[in-house]
C-alpha cells in the first residue's frame, strides 16, 4: 500500500511529466497553454508553484514576449536538461530534438489554434 508521501510525489511528478511533455511538442508555450493542456482540476496558484519548480531545477527555461499593443507575458520552453529528463524517463524515443523555437510568438498563435 502507498503511503501519503508517495501518492503526492506521483502526483507532482506526472504534473512534471505532462509540462516536460508538452513542451517538448509545441518549443514554446504560455503558461495558460500549459495550464490548459496539462492540469485538470487545479488552481493557478499550483500551476505556478510546478512551473517555478521546474524553472529552479532548470528543467525548463522562461522568457518574457512582448505582442503588440498588449502588455508581456512569460513563455516556457524545455531545456536540455529538461530533454535528458524526459528522455530518461522513457518518453521520447529520439536523439535529438529542436529545442528552442525560431519565431516563438508565431508557435504560441498557432498553439491557441
Not at 524517463?89 to 489554434?113: F, T, V
Amino acid at each position: 500500500m502507498k503511503t501519503t508521501k508517495q501518492v503526492e510525489a506521483q502526483f507532482y511528478y506526472n504534473h512534471f511529466l505532462r509540462v516536460l511533455s508538452f513542451l517538448a511538442t509545441q518549443k514554446v508555450s504560455t503558461a495558460k497553454q500549459i495550464d490548459s493542456y496539462c492540469f485538470y482540476d487545479t488552481t493557478h496558484s499550483y500551476v505556478w508553484k510546478v512551473l517555478k519548480q521546474l524553472r529552479k531545477a532548470k528543467l525548463v527555461d522562461e522568457k518574457a514576449i512582448r505582442m503588440e499593443r498588449r502588455r508581456q507575458f512569460l513563455s516556457f520552453s524545455l531545456t536540455k536538461a529538461g530533454f535528458q529528463e524526459l528522455n530518461e524517463m522513457g518518453q521520447l524515443d529520439l536523439e535529438e530534438l529542436q529545442l528552442k523555437s525560431n519565431s516563438p510568438l508565431h508557435d504560441i498563435i498557432l498553439g491557441d489554434i
